[in-house]
C-alpha cells in the first residue's frame, strides 16, 4: 500500500479526522507537522505541481494573517513567498502519496489518494 504524508496541525479537528481516517484502513502515515517544520520553496513548488483543485485551494484566505498580506491566491509564487513566511494561512490538511496532493476538506476527500 502507498504511504501517504499527512501534512497534519494537531489542533486542527478536520485534520484529526483526516488522520483517523488513514489510520483506520491501515495507511503508512508520514504525520509532518507542518507549523513545526515549516516546508521550504522547493517542497511548496512540488505540493503545488501535485495539488489538485489549483493553487488557490492551499492558502486559507479567510485568516487574518492572509488578508493582511494582500496576496494574489491564485498566484504561485505569491502563495509560495507567504507560506514561506506564514505556514499558518497553509489549509490542512493536505495528503500527498508522491504523485497526487488532496486537500482534505472535508477530510473524506483524502481517501481518493487510495484509489
Known amino acids: 500500500m502507498t504511504r501517504i504524508t499527512l501534512l497534519h496541525n494537531p489542533r486542527c479537528s478536520k485534520s484529526r479526522q483526516a488522520l483517523a ?50 496576496a494574489d491566491a491564485s498566484d504561485p509564487e505569491q502563495v509560495i513567498r507567504a507560506l514561506l513566511v506564514h505556514p499558518r494561512v497553509m489549509e490542512r490538511p493536505i495528503a500527498d502519496d508522491g504523485q497526487r496532493a488532496v486537500i482534505g476538506r472535508p477530510p473524506e476527500d483524502i481517501l481518493a489518494l487510495l484509489a
Request: proline share 2%; net charge negative.
Open 21 to 70: 481516517l488513514l489510520e483506520e484502513r491501515g495507511v503508512e502515515v508520514a504525520v509532518r507537522r507542518y507549523l513545526d517544520e515549516p516546508l521550504d520553496e522547493a517542497e511548496l513548488r512540488v505540493l503545488i505541481d501535485r495539488l489538485e483543485g489549483g493553487v488557490e485551494r492551499l492558502v486559507r484566505t479567510k485568516e487574518a494573517e492572509w488578508k493582511a498580506l494582500a
